[in-house]
């Protein structure tokens, strides 16, 4: 495994660079059928910092003008204004989602939570799989057009929020990721989807995908042509180096 992870690591600009940076300060834009079921606003152009070294992201000027959206691992989510006070705050905030309100709308704070570690996710791997604790397991070629993917079935640590503790990656012939499949268990143990990723640009020394769709996975390993439940445009991404490491 030890092989194939240090391969798509370089694939993906490099173990060493990574491991240089402190964040990735990304402009974003995002919709889909998901937003529209929790009576969510899309995002246009929002400016979002996914950190590397811990489960931490922030959304700037959301979800009002001034203030910042905090994502802190499973721990909490906050939102604050300008002077750093916080406004309102929920911790452990995905046990809220039990409630039976969350299967007709969220609010600002579960939307903070779910887009927020989801984004993060989005964002750091594949070199979230550097991070202890993940167990990583190469899975047979499939038949038919998916057989040119090579598929690691990844299960996740406690500590790392993320869709479901299981999840599948695919990389192409480049070792590019592709493709992951998962549970998104805050929206129902029924929500399996498949994640698309597509339009390759390198920022900095990072490569990373710029379009994302994320498309129902009912039966088998097609995912169904549609609704689109999220689409992702990534406008722009700066890694931010850390200070000795700048210097």
């Not at 046990?95 to 984004?119: E, K, M, P, S, V």
Request: net charge positive; hydrophobic share 40%.
């Amino acid at each position: 495994m030890m092989k194939i992870l240090q391969e798509i690591f370089e694939a993906h600009g490099g173990r060493d660079y990574w491991q240089s940076l402190e964040a990735l300060d990304a402009e974003i834009s995002a919709g889909g059928f998901l937003f529209t079921v929790k009576r969510r606003p899309v995002l246009r152009h929002v400016r979002m910092w996914a950190y590397t070294r811990e489960s931490r992201f922030t959304f700037f000027d959301y979800p009002q003008p001034g203030q910042t959206a905090e994502l802190i691992g499973n721990d909490e989510v906050r939102i604050v204004d300008n002077s750093g006070k916080i406004l309102v705050r929920r911790k452990t905030p995905r046990n809220a989602f039990r409630g039976l309100r969350h299967q007709f709308f969220w609010d600002d704070l579960d939307f903070i939570y779910f887009a927020g570690y989801a984004t993060w996710n989005y964002l750091t791997t594949p070199f979230l799989l550097m991070r202890k604790g993940f167990t990583v397991e190469e899975l047979e070629p499939l038949p038919g057009e998916l057989s040119p993917f090579r598929r690691l079935r990844v299960t996740f640590p406690e500590d790392i929020p993320t869709h479901s503790k299981h999840q599948i990656f695919y990389f192409d012939e480049k070792l590019l990721l592709r493709r992951l499949d998962y549970t998104a268990e805050v929206v129902g143990n029924w929500a399996h989807a498949a994640h698309l990723c597509e339009d390759y640009r390198t920022f900095g020394g990072i490569k990373a995908p710029t379009r994302r769709r994320v498309l129902p996975l009912l039966f088998g390993n097609r995912p169904m042509p549609g609704p689109t439940l999220v689409a992702i445009e990534v406008h722009h991404i700066q890694p931010i180096q850390t200070v000795s490491s700048a210097a």
